[in-house]
T-cell receptor, first 112, second 113 residues
Framework: KNQVEQSPQSLIILEGKNCTLQ??????????LRWYKQDTGRGPVSLTI???SENTKSNGRYTATLDADTKQSSLHITASQLSDSASYIC???????????WGAGTKLIIKP | AAGVIQSPRHLIKEKRETATLKCYPI?????VYWYQQGPGQDPQFLIS???????DKGSIPDRFSAQQFSDYHSELNMSSLELGDSALYFC????????????FGPGTRLTVL
């Protein structure tokens, strides 16, 4: 069964600190993996999108990694800011269709 | 840059009423997706359209229907509304071939009383 699991469920860190969010998936055949940031009540915003041949991709203070062999991805946030408080969702696209398999997300809270 | 536009942003309806949600994709995007997101849940895929034809179907109830028009905007029609239909409804658009990277609209918050 195609699944995406994320950890931790929630995370609280102080402003300025770094953090890493994890994503494990069992989607096959794999097409690509995306990380979205979703503020409460708003639409998800794409941070990165990676295919199986890409190991790492950065978008400002966000760096995503992908290990297609172990089917794991991580999202590293550097020098966190209060505006980083949001849910971060790992989404995997299967090659066979255009549907996205969503993780449950990690709720990140940045405290001053 | 132009983004996905959804209207209305908020909608309050009573049980058994009907509702129509509209989505205007990013210019030149040919694919539109509809998602339903309940409180604290991840978005559930409802249906998608490519070049005005239904391309995929997810967990869309029979009471709901959708279509994509010649100008690529899409409408989600919801009838016999139930309390459980209260949710955020997101529309996303993409350009076929670009890994189908989906760009999401701000959502329509539907409340059924």
């Amino acid at each position: 069964k195609n699944q995406v699991e994320q950890s931790p469920q929630s995370l609280i860190i102080l402003e300025g600190k770094n953090c890493t969010l994890q994503c494990n998936y069992t989607v096959s055949p794999f097409s690509n993996l995306r990380w979205y940031k979703q503020d409460t009540g708003r639409g998800p915003v794409s941070l990165t999108i990676m295919t199986f041949s890409e190991n790492t991709k950065s978008n400002g203070r966000y760096t995503a990694t992908l290990d297609a062999d172990t089917k794991q991805s991580s999202l590293h946030i550097t020098a966190s800011q209060l505006s980083d408080s949001a849910s971060y969702i790992c989404v995997v696209s299967a090659d066979s269709n255009y549907q996205l398999i969503w993780g449950a997300g990690t709720k990140l809270i940045i405290k001053p | 840059a132009a983004g996905v536009i959804q209207s209305p942003r908020h909608l309050i309806k009573e049980k058994r009423e009907t509702a129509t949600l509209k989505c205007y994709p990013i210019p030149r995007h040919d694919t539109v997706y509809w998602y339903q997101q309940g409180p604290g849940q991840d978005p559930q895929f409802l249906i998608s359209f490519y070049e005005k034809m239904q391309s995929d179907k997810g967990s869309i109830p029979d009471r709901f229907s959708a279509q994509q028009f010649s100008d690529y905007h899409s409408e989600l029609n919801m009838s016999s509304l139930e309390l459980g239909d209260s949710a955020l409804y997101f529309c996303a658009s993409s350009l076929a071939g670009s890994y189908n990277e989906q760009f999401f609209g701000p959502g329509t918050r539907l409340t059924v009383l």
